[in-house]
C-alpha cells in the first residue's frame, strides 16, 4: 500500500505556463512534506519543502498549497521553462522520524 | 560540502547469487538509507540506520540484509538475486533531527541475468 501518492505519472507544459504537480497521504501523522527533483542519470535532490504549520510555501517559481483536512498537497511551478524538465516526487515523514517515504513521482516536461 | 560515494556503479549478477553493495559518505551524518529505484516506481525504503550497528526496517526489506558497522558506511546485500531484475539501489543519508534533507549517491545499477 503506497502511503504517498502522486498524479499524474508524467505531465507536459509549454514554455511559460504553470505546471501544477499532485500528491495525497495517508498518514496522518506525516508532519513534513519535502518535494525532490531528479534528472536524468542524476539523483534526487532536495527542492522545497513545508510543514502542515503552514498552507503555502513559496520559493521563486516553485510553490507548495497544502490541504491539511484533506490530506492532499500540490506543487505549482509558474512560468515553466524546459530546464524545470524532470521528475518531481513528493516525500513525507513523521515525528520527527527518519523514515522518508516518496510517491511514485510526476515526470514534467516542459516544451519550448 | 560531502560526499556520498557508491560502489560498484553498475553491477551485473546471476540469478541466485548474494550480491553486496557499498555505500560510504564524508557528511558526518548519522542517519543512512538505501533506496531502490524502479522505473514508474518512485523510490521504495528497503533499510535506513540512525546510527553505527543500528539498522531499521523499510518498506522493502524481504530479500535485502544490512550493516552499519562504521558511522560513514552503509552496505546493503542482496541476498538472492532474482532473474531479470533490474534497478538503480540509492544510497543516501541526512543529519540528525526532524526535516533535514536527505542527500543521495549517484545510485549502483543493478541488472540480473
Known amino acids: 500500500q503506497q502511503q504517498v501518492r502522486q498524479s499524474p505519472q508524467s505531465l507536459t507544459v509549454w514554455e511559460g505556463e504553470t505546471a501544477i504537480l499532485n500528491c495525497s497521504y495517508e498518514?496522518?501523522?506525516?508532519?513534513?512534506f519535502p518535494w525532490y527533483w531528479q534528472f536524468p542519470r542524476e539523483s534526487p535532490a532536495l527542492l522545497i519543502a513545508?510543514?502542515?504549520?503552514?498552507n503555502k510555501k513559496e520559493d521563486g517559481r516553485f510553490t507548495i498549497f497544502f490541504n491539511k483536512r484533506e490530506k492532499k498537497l500540490s506543487l505549482h511551478i509558474t512560468d515553466s521553462q524546459p530546464g524545470d524538465s524532470a521528475t518531481y516526487f513528493c516525500?513525507?515523514?513523521?515525528?520527527?522520524?527518519?523514515?522518508?517515504?516518496f510517491g511514485s513521482g510526476t515526470r514534467l516536461l516542459v516544451s519550448p | 560540502g560531502g560526499i556520498i560515494t557508491q560502489t560498484p556503479k553498475f553491477l551485473i549478477g546471476q540469478e541466485g547469487q548474494k550480491l553486496t553493495l557499498k555505500c560510504q559518505q564524508n557528511?558526518?551524518?548519522?542517519?543512512m538509507y538505501w533506496y531502490r529505484q524502479d522505473s514508474g516506481k518512485g523510490l521504495r525504503l528497503i533499510y535506513y540506520?540512525?546510527?553505527?550497528?543500528?539498522?531499521q526496517k523499510g518498506d522493502l526489506s524481504e530479500g535485502y540484509d544490512a550493516s552499519r558497522e562504521k558511522k560513514s558506511s552503509f552496505s546493503l546485500t542482496v541476498t538472492s538475486a532474482q532473474k531479470n531484475e533490474m534497478a538503480v539501489f540509492l544510497c543516501?543519508?541526512?543529519?540528525?533531527?526532524?526535516?533535514?534533507?536527505?542527500?543521495f549517491g549517484k545510485g549502483t545499477r543493478l541488472t540480473v541475468v
Open positions: 498518514d496522518s501523522t506525516f508532519d513534513y
Open positions: 513545508i510543514r502542515p504549520v503552514s
Open positions: 543516501a543519508s541526512s543529519m540528525e533531527g526532524r526535516d533535514t534533507e536527505v542527500f
Open positions: 540506520s540512525i546510527t553505527e550497528n543500528d539498522l
Open positions: 516525500a513525507a515523514s513523521a515525528g520527527g522520524g527518519y523514515k522518508v517515504v
Open positions: 557528511f558526518n551524518h548519522d542517519t
